[in-house]
């Protein structure tokens, strides 16, 4: 599935840096997602947009901030990040029940 | 809380051989459960899905899945692999009822090695 792209795809940042991370979704989806998906590690849930409202924080800590401005764009918003944050971060969509992802982003947190 | 379990964190097979991959979940209620497909540096890609009906689903890549309910058990498999299908799998729940937005509860992955 080609619908759902995610810019930048690699990124290193230190530790006092701010970046964003954007996804877009071609499809006409009303549901986007940020997973983390970190070695050895399931894929983790982090946000839920549905109809640009976010319907769920899986305790994610603060220094992730996301940003959904309309049902096409989900961003996710990043400061003071620590190491262990660095992680693929993937973006997805949905319009009822099946999600499609997009590539990632490669995140390495110096 | 729906978990799922992929008991194989590897799995080396011949090319042209038949394969399986396992997969458990706990739900209490009827669950939604789909297969992905992770290549070295790309997204997720749905294999399959299965939300009710036949048992067995097929999905793309000549890939099926045969839901147990009295296994709790979505297991994955392949008559024939190719060297294509190198990849890591993931098996995922989720739960809707009417359409509502929810995340998808993943399995830790099994890595699929093809040997020659």
């Known amino acids: 599935e080609t619908g759902v792209t995610q810019t930048p795809r690699h990124l290193v940042m230190g530790m006092t840096n701010k970046k964003s991370l954007k996804c877009e979704q071609h499809l006409g989806h009303n549901a986007m997602y940020w997973y983390k998906q970190s070695a050895k590690k399931p894929l983790e849930l982090m946000f839920v947009y549905n109809f640009k409202e976010q319907t769920e924080n899986n305790s994610v800590p603060s220094r992730f901030s996301p940003e959904c401005p309309n049902s096409s764009h989900l961003f996710l918003h990043l400061h003071t990040l620590q190491p262990e944050d660095s992680a693929l971060y993937l973006c997805?969509?949905?319009?009822?029940?099946?999600?499609?992802f997009g590539p990632g982003t490669r995140l390495t947190v110096l | 809380a729906q978990s799922v379990t992929q008991p194989d964190i590897h799995i080396t097979v011949s090319e042209g051989a038949s394969l399986e991959l396992r997969c458990n979940y706990s739900y209490g209620a009827t669950p939604y459960l789909f297969w992905y497909v992770q290549s070295p540096g790309q997204g997720l890609q749905l294999l399959l899905k299965y939300f009710s009906g036949d048992t067995l689903v097929q999905g793309i890549k000549g890939f099926e899945a045969e839901f147990k309910r009295s296994q709790s058990s979505f297991n994955l498999r392949k008559p024939s692999v190719h060297w294509s299908d190198a990849a890591e799998y993931f098996c995922a729940v989720g739960a809707w009822a009417g359409g509502g937005a929810d995340g998808l509860t993943f399995g830790k992955g099994t890595h699929l090695i093809i040997q020659p």
């Open positions: 997805a969509s949905s319009q009822i029940d099946t999600q499609y």
